[in-house]
Every structure is written in structure tokens, then in C-alpha cells.
């Protein structure tokens, strides 16, 4: 059920059904030169609406935003602050609370460490104040990466590489622009880097040359399985 979607009565119907919901989040960040900006909220938000025609299942707006460090000086990264973003998810996680929802599978297509971060503490916060409510905070990543292994061959692929590209081969080939070369990046440890586009020119962390659609495809996959088994184990979780 893509809540966006719904009218009020289909929102009532639904909550007789189930009382989980599903929030993606993402970032309005670079991904290299021939993915679009969106690329973590599309794969997010596309993760939830494919679990949702398996499992009962309310998929929330996706929340576009998110707080990126590394790439903040490329072009086109619009970066909100993490207090921002912990305020957002604490928001939005009280208001579907209010209307009826109890657990909440929170899935960030970005993975950034200050981003990640940030919605865990909020999440930890929302336990406390809402003692009714179950939550998950996860990365694809946390959930797919053992089994992900098998299908990419580019080890420490994580940024607008082989995953990100063959997903969005799959799901949204229209908005795939050629491919950008393979890089890796490296910052210098410890220290704080003002112009991190001196550091990191291409905007790449893995090579999109080894991406295909079917690649795509088989992950998008095993990461909606894995919501699947998720929403399942967090509405038997005895919280
Ligand atoms: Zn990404």
C-alpha cells in the first residue's frame, strides 16, 4: 500500500490489514557522472513498493534528504543537517504512531556513517518515548550484503559502482547516462578534508563498468526478500 496513493477510507481499510509501515530514506547526492541524484531514495522507495506486494504493508513517502559529508563538495549534493534528519524521522514516525501504525522498518538507501548514525539515535530515542512501538533502522547493505557477495565481482564497491548502477539498470534504465570510469578514493586519515572533491574527483567508489541489469535485478531481489523476512520478525519481535 504506497500511502502517497491512498485515500482516507483505503488508509483505514489498510490498517485492518497491518500495522507496520515501511519509510525509505535517501539523499539528493552526486553519483558519479551517470546516475541521477536520487539514485539512494529511488532505490529505497523501489525496495519498499516490491516487499509491499508481498507482505501487508504500508510504504511511506520516501524523505528525499539525507546528511552527506564526503560528497558535499560535488555538484549537486544538497545536504541537510543530521539534528535536521533525526528530527524528520522522530516527526514522521510520531504522526503514523498517532494515526494507528506500531512497527516501523526504516530502510536508508544512503549509508553514510553521520546519516546512519543519526537515525539509530533517533529510532533509540522513539523507543523510549512511544513504549508501543517496534522499530528496525538498516542499510540494504546490513541486510544483503553476505548474499550480495555472490553476485558482484568489484570488492569494496559502494557508491555509484557496480551495485547502485545494475539497480538502477534494472528498475530505471531511462535514467542511467553511460557510465562513469572506476575509481577508489583516498582521504587521508584522521584529518578533516575542506575540498573532499580533491580527494574524491569522479564522485566513485567501485567500477560501473561490471554493472548489468540482470545483476540488478537478482540484488533487488534478495534486498526485497529480505524486508520481507523483516516486517515478518519485527511484528513477532517482543520489544
Ligand atoms: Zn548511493
Known sequence: MILEELTMPEFEEGLMRTRSVYIPFGSV???????????????A???????SQQVPLFVAPPVHYGNCRSTS????????RTATLASLLKDIVRSLQSQGLRNFIVLTGHAGGAHRLSLQDAG????????????????????????????IETAGDSHAGEIETSRI???????????????YPSFPAGILVRDKRRYW???????????????????????VAKVVELVKALEEFDA
Open 169 to 183: 539498470l534494472h528498475s530505471h534504465p531511462h535514467l542511467v547516462k553511460g557510465s562513469s570510469p572506476e575509481e
Open 201 to 223: 574527483p569522479g564522485g566513485v567508489w567501485g567500477n560501473p563498468a561490471k554493472a548489468t541489469a540482470e545483476k540488478g535485478k537478482r540484488l533487488e531481489e534478495l534486498v
Open 29 to 43: 547526492e552526486e553519483h558519479g557522472a551517470h546516475l541521477p541524484l536520487s539514485t539512494d531514495t529511488i532505490l
Open 124 to 151: 533509540e530515542d522513539l523507543m523510549s518515548e512511544l513504549p508501543d512501538i517496534r522499530m528496525a533502522v538498516v542499510t540494504e547493505y546490513d541486510l544483503a550484503a553476505g548474499e550480495g557477495r555472490e553476485i
Open 45 to 51: 522507495y523501489e525496495v519498499g513498493k516490491k516487499a
Open 73 to 80: 563538495c560535488h555538484p549537486g549534493t544538497i545536504s541537510i
